[in-house]
């Protein structure tokens, strides 16, 4: 765990956020979130804060908002990220084994929020797996989960419009693809080792979810980012180690040769060395950080 400490440039960050806040024009939805609450200080140069959104006690979902301190001059770009770990049919929550996703971007200039899926599962406790499937539908896979936090990096933030980004890591890089399908507001996409097609990752797995809960497959076949491919327009940097056990390389380089079609700013990357999770943090992260530095 990152140790956190109350220091001097804290109190500072304090009144950069502040900074940020005043005079943004919220929209009605999103000025009934929650403020930040007192920034700390994780590392040299980052300023995090916690929002909990509203909701029930059990379910409470959150957003994890990072920022450069001191904050530059001008707007931020900002990225949004989902964290990484499911079989795409249920969610998740932040957990500080994520940082290492979220720190990178925020070092190098980048706002960050990282939000918390609704449909957690603690796999220990099976009892709950048709809930947390029913909530991950109810939040449309997690899309709902990320306009909030897209909302909260505009209104909340206010973050430059013209460089909004959505990345994200396995399941994450999935989640990432989805979003960008369906709101426009995304300006570019980062995915690492993404499941791209759903229907053809779980066909063994789809009888047994919808024997949990009657058209799940049906709705992970609709979500897809394959299924929709036809709507992703804004530029996506696609990573791949060629190495990777756990999602084949091949998949991301077949959904790459059809995504080009019908969208010509797809940088496709990929890394001789390391699995599925090192190789992204290696290498993928610093050529993704590059690509968002010129992404238009």
Not at 113 to 129: K, L, T, V
Not at 216 to 242: G, M, N, Q, W
């Amino acid at each position: 765990m990152i140790p956190i400490r109350v220091t001097l440039t804290s109190l500072l960050a304090i009144q950069l956020f502040g900074q940020v806040q005043k005079g943004v024009n919220a929209s009605a939805a999103s000025r009934q979130l929650p403020p930040l609450s007192v920034p700390r200080t994780l590392a040299p140069g980052v300023s995090f804060a916690e929002v909990t959104l509203p909701g029930a006690k059990e379910k409470a979902a959150r957003l994890w908002v990072y920022l450069p301190s001191p904050l530059p001059a001008g707007k931020l770009p900002c990225v949004v990220i989902a964290p990484a770990g499911t079989p795409l049919s249920y969610g998740i929550k932040v957990q500080d084994g994520d940082r290492p996703e979220h720190l990178p971007y925020v070092r190098a200039g980048f706002a960050v929020i990282a939000y918390d899926i609704d449909g957690a599962f603690d796999p220990q406790n099976s009892a709950g797996i048709r809930t947390a499937i029913l909530d991950f539908r109810a939040a449309a896979a997690g899309v709902a989960n990320a306009r909030v936090a897209l909302n909260y990096a505009l209104d909340h933030l206010g973050v430059d419009p013209a460089r909004l980004y959505v990345a994200g890591h396995s399941s994450a890089a999935t989640l990432a693809l989805q979003v960008a399908e369906r709101d426009k507001r995304v300006r570019g996409t980062v995915a690492y080792a993404p499941v791209t097609d759903i229907a053809k990752h779980l066909e063994n797995q789809f009888p047994a979810l919808d024997k949990l809960v009657p058209g799940t497959s049906a709705f992970l076949k609709e979500y897809s980012p394959l299924s929709h491919i036809e709507s992703l327009r804004c530029p996506v940097f696609l990573f791949h180690s060629d190495l990777d056990r756990t999602v084949p390389v091949q998949q991301t380089i077949a959904f790459s040769r059809e995504l080009t079609r019908v969208n010509p700013r797809v940088t496709l990357s990929s890394g001789p060395y390391g699995d599925h999770y090192g190789s992204m943090i290696k290498e993928g992260i610093p050529r993704a950080i590059a690509w968002l530095r010129i992404a238009r």
